[in-house]
C-alpha cells in the first residue's frame, strides 16, 4: 500500500484542545505561532468592573496578565476558537496620535 501511495508527511491540525478545566476554561495550543490561548469566562466581581459581559466567552495569551478584556466576547467556546482561526478574535487597538514636531531650540550660551 504504501509503494502505491507513499506517506511523506502526516497533516496535523493547527490548534491543539486541552482537556477543559473545572472552572470551564479551555486551553488551546496553536502550533504555527507557538502560543497557548486561554478561553475562558468571567467569574469574578473585577472582571465584571473592567468590561467583562456576563455569557460571554473571552480569549487571552496564556502569558499575558491584567484584568482588561484582551478579545471580543463569543456566544460559545466555539465562536472564540473559530475566531482564533479567523484571526479575528482581538480587541482593534486605535493607532496612536503622531506626536507634533516642533523646531528644535538653540542653546543660549553664556559668554
Sequence with gaps: MLT???VFATP?????????????TLTVYDRS??????????????QFRAGYQAGQWYLRPIRDVGTAPRSLGFRTAREA????????W???????????????????VNQ
Design 33 to 46: 505561532s507557538n502560543d497557548r490561548v486561554r478561553v475562558y469566562t468571567p467569574r469574578f466581581a473585577y
Design 90 to 108: 482581538r480587541i482593534p487597538v486605535p493607532e496612536p496620535q503622531p506626536i507634533a514636531q516642533t523646531a528644535p531650540r538653540a542653546l543660549a
Design 81 to 88: 476558537i473559530a475566531a482564533l482561526d479567523a484571526g479575528r
Design 12 to 24: 496535523v491540525p493547527r490548534f491543539h484542545i486541552e482537556p477543559r478545566l473545572p472552572t470551564g
Design 4 to 6: 502505491l501511495h507513499p
